[in-house]
């Protein structure tokens, strides 16, 4: 059984940077049919998907284009876990961020983390 | 990007009833030579993350009870619940995975007439 365990701090200032971290269990995050996502949820934006990395001989990541001057996702396969860095952050970027394992060929969520939420704010 | 536009965005059923919401992709979401359609169904619980009911448009995930049935192809796709249940209170989703950057519906939020 797949779990994704999410922790990181709950309040972040603005223009600071937001750091996540997923701890997966039950899949290796080298798994060749997984990706491994940022997903983020709020009543302005709905969910929307932030980016990925995954392992195909060697690491990829693709992003979302409205957040690509500002995201990182990591991999520590050490730890088996992926790392979400967003810079400079405003209110805007205040949400509930879900860790969410992909599967492929296709691209559906199969696995989500309990998620975390967010507040950007002095 | 490809806009999933969900109806109606609220809903209300008797208990026993069937209930089905609606998406409509803004493109084509299957490739023709594989009659694949990438799209998924998700429900969402208060306090709770998405958790995925039917992928491929059609296929029940392992554990999802039988009831929830997913339809469509092409832009218009279906999810119905064919006997509602007061566990299926929650919000709906739909999310397409045919190309860059993957897209949610609105969402569909269900309750008890």
């Known amino acids: 059984q797949v779990q994704l365990q999410q922790s990181g701090p709950g309040l972040v200032k603005p223009s600071q940077t937001l750091s996540l971290t997923c701890a997966v269990s039950g899949d290796s995050i080298s798994s060749n049919t997984a990706a491994w996502a940022w997903i983020r949820q709020s009543p302005s934006r709905g969910l929307e998907w932030l980016g990925r990395?995954?392992?195909?001989?060697?690491?990829?990541?693709d992003y979302e284009e409205s957040v690509k001057s500002q995201i990182t996702i990591n991999s520590d396969t050490s730890k088996n876990q992926i790392s979400l860095l967003l810079s400079s952050v405003t209110p805007e970027d205040t949400a509930v961020y879900y860790c969410?394992?992909?599967?492929?060929?296709?691209?559906?969520?199969?696995?989500w983390g309990q998620g975390t939420l967010v507040t950007v704010s002095s | 990007d490809i806009v999933l536009t969900q109806s109606p965005d609220s809903l209300a059923v008797s208990l026993g009833e069937r209930a089905t919401i609606n998406c409509k992709s803004s493109q084509i979401i299957s490739y023709s030579s594989s009659y694949k359609n990438y799209l998924a169904w998700y429900q969402q619980r208060p306090g709770q993350p998405p958790r995925l009911l039917i992928y491929w448009a059609s296929t029940r995930e392992s554990g999802v009870p039988d009831r929830f049935s997913g339809g469509g192809s092409g832009t218009d796709f279906t999810l119905t619940i064919s006997s509602l249940q007061a566990e299926d209170v929650a919000t709906y989703y739909c999310q397409q995975y045919y190309a860059l950057p993957y897209t949610l519906g609105q969402g569909t939020k269900l309750e008890i007439k």
């Open positions: 990395t995954f392992y195909r001989s060697q690491w990829s990541s």
């Open positions: 969410v394992r992909e599967i492929h060929p296709g691209g559906y969520f199969q696995n």
